[in-house]
């Protein structure tokens, strides 16, 4: 099923960029059903919108696994380091993205 185009999302080429980078963050063991193209959108998504987890539209992967992935793309090898999100959110330019991300790590304390 095709899913549907959100202003929020970045284009498969700029993914491209960050693809190896995401893919680094854990150790693949199995082949993914799930793209993560749609997996990192659906992030940008909850991050451009500030929606609830469970209310990620239903085109995108089921809000568990979005919310897996962020946990793991999350995580910092140590203290000084940044982490994968926070890299690649950098990287393509979403800098509002990004503070959003950061406010919500401080406020929930992912951090």
Known sequence: MKRSIYPSDITREQ????RPILESAQKKTKPRKVDQ???????LYLL??????RMLPSDFPKWKLVHYYFTVWSRKKNKNTPST???VLKKIGQRAAFEKWEKMQNEYGYR
């Not at 451009?48 to 987890?53: D, E, F, I, L, T």
């Open 48 to 53: 451009k919108s500030g929606c609830q987890w």
């Open 15 to 18: 993914f491209e960029i960050i």
């Open 37 to 43: 193209y749609d997996v990192f959108c659906a992030l």
């Open 85 to 87: 999100l926070e890299g």
